[in-house]
């Protein structure tokens, strides 16, 4: 169980940031800005190809790169939307780090500002993680807290617990709302109400995973996840054998196109 516990920690991360860390977050963010871009072109080029046969048609008797050609556009088409969605959402996850750091520079620090010269609690002066616990769950029933922040934290500030919570609903339960938490005397200060960006970021991830709908939308996207490999690899098929096409293949492919 561990040995595929570490596989699965390895995929995301290589996934993730391919284990660079920001450059990482931001290289495939471009690429899935390429996704997008890519596309979008196909859409363009499907369109004039779409006049010519008729949808789902795939014509065998012209030979195997016309095949492919007619896979590529007919799998390309019906994954579109799909595809879309995890671009695009893929691209605002990528974004995470720069998101949450904005949020600290100019929210946050707008919220400590009061406090600004004032002496931080020592150790011996913090309230008990349990009470400030407790005090969450108590003032906020409709709230699940998902994790607690130590005051000093680089998630929190250095005057507060920062207190994770989400709500119980399918939507709700993706969206986080931090609670500043008082770090001497564990009363609520404030529910702290995330920026738009930060909403849709948290929204983007299950929705990039297809976490929304439990297993079977998990193997639903696996499957999309397939479908979309064989349309990036008919893509680079075709290029590479039109590159090493005779001219009088490719102008016989054209003829026959039209």
Same mark, same amino acid.
Request: a positive charge; zero cysteines.
């Given at each position: 169980?561990?040995?595929?516990?570490?596989?699965?920690?390895?995929?995301?991360?290589?996934?993730?940031?391919?284990?660079?860390?920001?450059?990482?977050?931001?290289?495939?963010?471009?690429?899935?800005?390429?996704?997008?871009?890519?596309?979008?072109?196909?859409?363009?080029?499907?369109?004039?190809?779409?006049?010519?046969?008729?949808?789902?048609?795939?014509?065998?008797?012209?030979?195997?790169?016309?095949?492919?050609?007619?896979?590529?556009? !007919?799998?390309?088409?019906? #994954?579109? +939307?799909?595809?879309? *969605? %995890?671009?695009?959402?893929?691209?605002?996850?990528? &974004?995470? /780090?720069?998101?949450?750091?904005?949020?600290?520079?100019?929210?946050?620090?707008?919220?400590?500002?009061?406090?600004?010269?004032?002496?931080?609690?020592?150790?011996?002066?913090?309230?008990?993680?349990?009470?400030?616990?407790?005090?969450?769950?108590?003032?906020?029933?409709?709230?699940?807290?998902?994790?607690?922040?130590?005051?000093?934290?680089?998630?929190?500030?250095?005057?507060?617990?920062?207190?994770?919570?989400?709500?119980?609903?399918?939507?709700?339960?993706?969206?986080?709302?931090?609670? !500043?938490?008082?770090?001497? #005397?564990? +009363?609520?200060?404030? *529910? %702290?109400?995330?920026?738009?960006?930060?909403?849709? &970021?948290? /929204?983007?991830?299950?929705?990039?995973?297809?976490?929304?709908?439990?297993?079977?939308?998990?193997?639903?996207?696996?499957?999309?996840?397939?479908?979309?490999?064989?349309?990036?690899?008919?893509?680079?098929?075709?290029?590479?054998?039109?590159?090493?096409?005779?001219?009088?293949?490719?102008?016989?492919?054209?003829?026959?196109?039209?």
């Amino acid at each position: 169980a561990q040995r595929s516990l570490d596989f699965l920690e390895f995929v995301v991360r290589l996934h993730r940031n391919l284990f660079l860390d920001l450059p990482g977050d931001l290289f495939l963010g471009v690429m899935g800005l390429l996704f997008v871009a890519a596309i979008v072109s196909g859409i363009a080029l499907y369109k004039p190809f779409a006049r010519k046969i008729d949808f789902g048609e795939i014509r065998n008797r012209r030979g195997a790169r016309i095949r492919w050609l007619d896979l590529h556009n !007919l799998l390309g088409i019906v #994954t579109l +939307a799909w595809g879309l *969605v %995890v671009g695009v959402t893929g691209v605002v996850n990528e &974004l995470a /780090v720069p998101l949450f750091g904005l949020w600290q520079k100019t929210d946050v620090k707008a919220m400590i500002e009061p406090y600004r010269g004032h002496q931080a609690p020592t150790l011996g002066e913090l309230a008990t993680v349990q009470g400030v616990f407790d005090t969450t769950r108590r003032e906020l029933p409709g709230m699940v807290t998902s994790s607690v922040a130590f005051p000093g934290s680089p998630f929190g500030t250095p005057y507060h617990y920062m207190v994770w919570t989400k709500g119980n609903s399918p939507l709700t339960s993706r969206l986080f709302s931090p609670v !500043l938490v008082d770090a001497r #005397t564990g +009363a609520i200060q404030s *529910v %702290v109400k995330m920026p738009w960006y930060l909403s849709a &970021l948290e /929204v983007s991830r299950p929705l990039h995973f297809g976490d929304y709908g439990g297993l079977p939308l998990k193997i639903i996207w696996a499957l999309l996840d397939l479908v979309t490999i064989f349309v990036l690899g008919s893509g680079v098929y075709l290029w590479l054998s039109r590159r090493r096409s005779p001219i009088e293949e490719r102008l016989a492919e054209l003829q026959a196109a039209e």
